[in-house]
Nanobody, 125 residues
Framework: HVELVESGGGLVQPGGSLRLSCAAS????????MAWFRQAPGKEREFVAA????????YYADSVKGRFTISRDNAKNTVYLQMNTLKPADTALYFC??????????????????WGQGTQVTVSS
């Protein structure tokens, strides 16, 4: 397992932007597929975006396609989620997850087994 720490959440108006970061410990970050999930109050955790170990393959939930961008910097052991044109429906606690995998396929359904504590994103006027 790897230790993950999210940051970058906050309160933003509809239409605004935020950039989330997830910093990982250890020297094997490049071995991990990474993903962002979110959980709103009273709802189940849902997939948001995922990226392969080298950044070549990315996946997005339909609800965020065209608005969110996932990226990673293996030299900095960090994965990012750029969120643009935010909507009130994006309000949730955002988590990053990690799993050792070098696949390029089915990233949303991998068995992520390391999780951070989450960072709160609130979209409201």
């Amino acid at each position: 397992h790897v230790e993950l720490v999210e940051s970058g959440g906050g309160l933003v108006q509809p239409g605004g932007s935020l950039r989330l970061s997830c910093a990982a410990s250890g020297r094997t970050f490049a071995s991990y597929a990474m993903a962002w999930f979110r959980q709103a109050p009273g709802k189940e955790r849902e997939f948001v975006a995922a990226i392969s170990w080298n950044g070549v393959s990315v996946y997005y939930a339909d609800s965020v396609k065209g608005r969110f961008t996932i990226s990673r910097d293996n030299a900095k052991n960090t994965v990012y989620l750029q969120m643009n044109t935010l909507k009130p429906a994006d309000t949730a606690l955002y988590f990053c997850g990690a799993v050792i995998s070098q696949t390029y396929y089915a990233l949303p359904t991998l068995p992520y087994d390391s999780w951070g504590q989450g960072t709160q994103v609130t979209v409201s006027s």
